[in-house]
Nanobody
């Protein structure tokens, strides 16, 4: 069973930086789109950034210029570099990936367990 494993969350002061990473735990054929979402208490889960297998990226307006999504295709890993963090960025951050498993032709969506990011003012 493939699982997405996230790491890199924590507590940081406003203006600080964190780097999140996400990778599958088992052997796979590949990953198509990789996406970071976040969910703050009382809010709906929102898309933060997306990167395709070709490296095309999209960002939520609220994080443009501060966050950078990237991926290492050789390691099937995605990263979210978060700079100039603000208290409004406080949330649980989730990784989502469209994974093609060994023996399959189609991609299936997987979610990570979430990692807490807390930004103090």
């Amino acid at each position: 069973q493939v699982q997405l494993v996230e790491s890199g969350g924590g507590l940081v002061q406003a203006g600080g930086s964190l780097r999140l990473s996400c990778a599958p735990s088992g052997r796979i054929l590949g990953i198509k789109v990789m996406t970071w979402y976040r969910q703050a208490p009382g809010n709906q889960r929102e898309l933060v950034a997306t990167i395709t297998s070709a490296g095309r990226t999209t960002y939520a307006d609220s994080v443009k210029g501060r966050f950078t999504i990237s991926r290492d295709n050789a390691k099937n890993t995605t990263f979210l570099q978060m700079n100039n963090l603000q208290p409004d960025d406080t949330a649980v951050y989730y990784c989502n990936a469209a994974i093609v498993e060994i023996g399959s032709y189609d991609a299936r969506a997987y979610w990570g367990q979430g990692t807490q990011v807390t930004v103090s003012s």
